[in-house]
């Protein structure tokens, strides 16, 4: 049986005329008569009685359109499922956040992806350290990543999408809690809650904005992650730096405080230099256009003289 007949038999079914089926068809009615025939003569069955004022589905053509709107109907779906795979709009992608870009920036790059890209699951990998992505896009377990640059190894590509300044987390009866102005040289004698990770780049970015204000900072405690992090501030254990989006993740007992000369840390995508995967190209797109677009620096207006 060829799909085109059991196309052209829907069409008659439904229409139960053969010149407005043929019209519709964009076939001439002789060729559409003759492909039903041999339909019928394919099946040993009469699929219509025909006379000259009607045509009518016999109980073999009934149940021949209840399976060919059935078959036509799963065939169109694949149809539109292998295009919208081939345009990179369905599938699943696997994402990996770092640790505070878990909680500040992952609920609005999945509504986003969730607007634009409905077919598109999202297997999120939550607060992982950048050479665990890095480790994990080259294997393949991870599509994009979230991270904090540089990266590590080589086969990588990565776009940077923002820069967060550091920010202090303090307890908030610290002695700093209602400072106006606060600087890392205040912090020189106070006992610092760091990442447990060697290879943090935070923790690298801390290490530095405290050797330009002229000391090393004295890590007393370690944490695996940042909510841990923050709990040990909480717990009067020591102060923190963090990147700002740590703000999303409010915690009684920690006290936010900018910190001007404290610098900051950049955010990436990053991805397999060699990954040609449709749906990981449109994500991405939608990661650097909508979810994190481009910041517009406006040079301010020159004073009239």
């Known amino acids: 049986m060829e799909l085109r007949h059991l196309r052209y038999f829907a069409v008659v079914a439904e229409t139960c005329h053969f010149g407005r089926a043929a019209a519709r068809l964009h076939v001439a009615q002789p060729a559409l008569s003759q492909a039903i025939r041999q339909l019928e003569s394919e099946l040993d069955v009469t699929l219509f009685n025909r006379t000259t004022r009607q045509v009518a589905l016999t109980p073999a053509g009934e149940f021949l359109r209840a399976e060919a709107d059935r078959i036509l109907g799963a065939l169109d779906d694949s149809i539109r499922g292998v295009r919208r795979l081939a345009a990179g709009q369905h599938g699943l992608l696997r994402l990996?956040?770092?640790?505070?870009?878990?909680?500040?920036?992952?609920?609005?790059?999945?509504?986003?992806?969730?607007?634009?890209?409905?077919?598109?699951?999202?297997?999120?990998?939550?607060?992982?350290?950048?050479?665990?992505?890095?480790?994990?896009?080259?294997?393949?377990?991870?599509?994009l990543g979230i991270l904090r640059p540089p990266a590590s190894g080589d086969g990588l590509e990565l776009v940077t999408i923002e820069q967060e300044p550091l920010v202090l987390a303090v307890p908030a009866d610290h002695r700093l809690a209602a400072e106006p102005v606060i600087s890392l040289a205040d912090l020189r004698a106070e006992p610092f809650v760091t990442y447990g990770s060697r290879q943090s780049v935070v923790n690298d970015a801390v290490s530095r904005a405290c050797r330009a204000a002229g000391f090393a900072p004295h890590r007393e405690h370690e944490a695996p992650g940042t909510s841990v992090l923050l709990a040990l501030v909480a717990a009067g254990l020591g102060v923190a730096l963090a990147p700002a989006g740590v703000r999303a993740l409010p915690l009684d007992g920690v006290v936010f405080r900018d910190l001007p000369d404290a610098g900051s840390v950049g955010l990436a995508l990053g991805r397999r230099a060699d990954d040609d995967s449709p749906l990981v190209d449109a994500v991405a797109r939608l990661v650097t256009e909508l979810a994190f677009p481009p910041q517009i620096t406006v040079p301010p207006t020159e004073e009239p003289r």
């Open 96 to 143: 990996g956040l770092t640790g505070t870009a878990s909680f500040s920036h992952l609920p609005r790059l999945a509504r986003v992806v969730k607007r634009e890209l409905p077919g598109v699951a999202l297997e999120i990998h939550a607060d992982m350290l950048t050479p665990e992505q890095c480790d994990g896009l080259r294997s393949g377990t991870l599509d």
